[in-house]
């Protein structure tokens, strides 16, 4: 069934309810005749309702185009033609003139500050932080990723000023105890994990901390030992760097005493969990002096 619109002798639109049968339009319900286009919608809108009842209907239903009187074809004018609406001028070819990914930089600003790392009260370091999660690139190159993200510009000069106040601003210890907070009000301390990884530097000679060392990448260039320990979800709660050339073995302790230190905990009860090659026997022995439980991963599968 469809909605039907014609007009009568008086040049009224009359608003019927038809069926197609045999090639013909057939008549089922006569619902009135408007002479103005308020009472075209009223009549109209209940022909939808009758033909739509019973039926469900999508959420994202296209609504109906509004019709008029005068869009109805007009038979006693001796045309049968609508009357010609002025068309609006064609809009020029549209053209892109930026892109951004703002909601994704919005989100990840709101988790940033959600933790409490805003405590540092540094814009330019929570903009490189969010550019940092989003593509790890060089600090001249974020100046690119977040004018990707939508961000408010920032010059390269700046960012190395702000870099400059890091160390000296205690940001560490300020962000690390918003982590610890966040991991003990998720019953995230039973347990923590501790793991080391190698970070190489495409340099020719070693410096004082730069060194050249065993190399998980399996390169030969100067690198750093990187210490991490996190709660049981993988959340963060400390950080270490070591010379390139420190056994893996003689990160875990101080790691796990400055950690201790920082917050309190020397005599908490915590299970370390580790490789089995970073808990060498005085590694042990130690860790059990703190009064630490340990668990070693003494096998590992290679596929």
């Not at 999660?133 to 690119?144: L, W």
């Not at 990723?145 to 408010?152: C, F």
């Not at 998720?186 to 410096?207: K, P, Q």
């Not at 979800?233 to 070591?242: A, D």
């Amino acid at each position: 069934m469809f909605v039907r619109k014609v007009r009568t002798a008086s040049g009224a639109v009359a608003v019927q309810i038809a069926r197609c049968c045999g090639g013909r339009d057939e008549v089922v319900e006569h619902l009135g005749s408007a002479h103005t286009d308020a009472e075209l919608g009223i009549l109209l809108e209940r022909a939808r309702g009758i033909i739509a009842a019973g039926q469900q209907v999508l959420d994202f239903d296209v609504p109906a185009p509004v019709v008029g009187v005068g869009d109805i074809a007009d038979w006693t004018s001796g045309t049968l033609h609508r009357p010609e609406r002025p068309v609006a001028a064609a809009a020029p070819a549209g053209r892109i003139v930026g892109t951004s990914s703002r909601l994704l930089y919005d989100v990840l600003g709101s988790v940033f500050d959600r933790l409490g790392f805003d405590v540092v009260g540094d814009p330019v370091f929570r903009d490189l932080v969010i550019a940092r999660i989003v593509e790890p690139t060089s600090k001249m190159d974020a100046v690119r990723v977040l004018a990707d993200l939508g961000a408010d510009p920032v010059s390269y000069k700046t960012i190395q000023r702000r870099i400059a106040r890091i160390g000296s601003g205690g940001y560490r210890d300020r962000i690390a105890t918003k982590c610890f907070a966040h991991a003990a009000g998720t019953g995230g301390l039973a347990l923590v994990l501790f793991d080391v990884t190698t970070w190489y530097f495409e340099a020719e000679n070693e410096d004082d901390l730069r060194k050249v060392g065993f190399s998980k990448e399996r390169r030969v260039d100067p690198q750093v030992v990187v210490g991490l320990l996190v709660d049981r979800s993988g959340f963060p709660l400390e950080i270490g760097c070591f010379e390139g050339n420190k056994a893996e073995t003689q990160t875990i302790v101080p790691i796990i005493e400055q950690f201790q230190a920082r917050h309190g905990v020397e005599h908490t009860q915590v299970v370390v969990a580790a490789d089995a090659g970073m808990l060498s026997a005085s590694n042990l022995k130690e860790l059990d002096a703190a009064g630490l439980s340990f668990i070693v991963e003494l096998v590992k599968f290679s596929v």
